[in-house]
């Protein structure tokens, strides 16, 4: 049986709190024996700016946190399609994108199949390097969902992967009629 080429993205904001989450998971990796074809990379904002390393692989699984409007510690595990982008005063651009990205290699048929595992935060406002307790308590959770997406391949399915709660719009819609007097 060949194995898969596996890349492990651990994304995240380093100053954000919770939104630090995917550097706290590499760390946790990093520590682990981890199998030969698996490469784990810590790229902070710029998955957009590795496509070369995106290319050619199997699977990609991206770490991070999603905005999902689920419980804060909610773990979510979501297909590309799936990817929540609020726009709020919080918008999220580097994983707008690490979209843009995966969209690129799917118009060129070079895709790997990807996954993306993480959990809502609870606070990316407030400057700091320390995630929530509710956050930090669900890493080895994610860790251990990482590890059976490497080693059984069980989570991309058909099955959906998170509730299907519709994210509320947070800013107004404007009508043209606002526009005249």
């Known amino acids: 049986m060949v194995k898969k080429n596996i890349l492990i993205l651990c994304a995240h904001y380093p100053f954000g709190t919770d939104a630090s989450f995917g550097y706290h998971v590499f760390k946790a990796l990093e520590k682990m024996h981890l199998p030969e074809n698996l490469e784990l990379m810590d790229i902070g904002e710029f998955a957009s ?10 699977k990609l699984i991206v770490i991070d946190i999603f905005r ?31 979209l843009e990205t995966i969209q690129d290699f799917t118009l060129l048929g070079k895709c790997p199949e990807t996954i993306l595992i993480g959990v809502v935060p609870k606070d990316i406002k407030t400057i700091g390097t320390e995630l929530t307790p509710e956050i930090k308590s669900k890493i080895p959770d994610v860790i251990d969902l990482v590890m059976k ?3 059984e391949g069980k989570l991309t399915s058909d099955k959906p992967t998170r509730s299907k709660k519709r994210l509320q719009r947070t800013t107004k819609k404007t009508k043209i009629k606002d526009f005249q007097s």
């Open 49 to 58: 700016l590795i496509p070369h390393e995106i290319e050619g692989r199997d």
């Open 68 to 98: 999902t409007g689920d419980k804060p510690g909610t773990i979510v595990c979501l297909k590309p399609e799936e990817i929540p982008i609020p726009w709020d005063d919080a918008t999220d651009v580097a994983k707008f994108h690490l």
């Open 149 to 151: 997406e490497i080693t």
